[in-house]
Structure formats: C-alpha cells, structure tokens
C-alpha cells in the first residue's frame, strides 16, 4: 500500500501490481487494471480506460520519495509514501532522520570570492551562501537545510582553511 501526494495536495491511496506490461491494482479503492509499455528508462506510455498517457520522468530523488514526472505534457510533483513512512509520521517519528545542520566550514582552503547572504537572511536547502575560489575554480558552498543565518564567520576577500567556520545557522 502506498500513499502518493500529487503536487502538495491531493493524495491517493494505490495498491499496485505490475507483470511485464500490465498492472492491476486498487486506486483509492476503485479497481484499475490496465497495459504499460517502458520506451526508456525515462519514458513510459499507459493505457487506462481506454484512454492513452505519454508519462515523462523528469526528476527522481530516491532518498525524500519524490518525483516530478510530466503526463501528457502537464507536470506533476509526486511523494510516495510507504506502510513504513506512514507509521513513522504515526509515531511522530518522520522528523528524526533529518540532520540539523548548525554551521558551515570550509570543504577546502581557498578564498572566499563572494558572501551571498548576510546575517539574519532566512534561507533554504540549495541556497547559494558563498562563493569560494580553490585551485582556479569557483566553487558555489550552498546551504545544506533551511534556516537562518545566524553568524558570518568571514570576510569577502578572506583566505580560508579547510574546516573553517564559514557560517552559522
């Protein structure tokens, strides 16, 4: 049994089964049965009540259980939800694999190009904070998980060692 939400909103119950080219199941309690055909590993076409989808993979994040998928050129955001993950969100237990992230430390010497944000800013995961040069090459140190930003331990122009403090949340 999985629970697949469809773009922060709607959910839906599934109870899916697949062969090679079919699949038959449940689907919030009504019965589905219909033909698949993978084209790529990234395209699939289905055919459900007579009716034809072209179903496109756009992104896959196998460790939050989400997926943004095109069907018939309109995209969807999915996240799948197991027996396991709805027992642990039961449980009030969901939260616990999520790391909080208190600082940011150099990943290698070098020099800090540009600061992106300054104290105070709230910011969100994949967030440019800071871009630093090593060997010749820019590299963009982005934010791990949402927070604010609490201390900028450095100066635009700054030499840096590695695992020094850069920032704090």
Known sequence: MYSIT?????TLKTNLNTSSKTFEGTLNDAI????FEKINPYQYHFILNNRSYNVDV??????????V?????VRFNLQLKDKYDELLHSLGLDNLATKKVNEIKAPMPGMVLNILVKEGDEVNKGDALIVLEAMKME???KSPSHGII???????????EK????IQF
Do not use: Y
């Open 150 to 160: 609490k201390k900028i331990a450095i100066t635009k122009g700054t030499a840096v």
């Open 163 to 166: 695992n020094q403090l850069l």
């Open 32 to 35: 589905v049965k219909g033909d």
């Open 6 to 10: 469809i773009n922060g909103s709607q």
């Open 69 to 73: 998928v095109k069907i018939n050129s």
């Open 139 to 141: 590299n963009i140190l």
């Open 58 to 67: 756009i992104k896959v994040n196998t460790e939050e259980k989400t997926l």
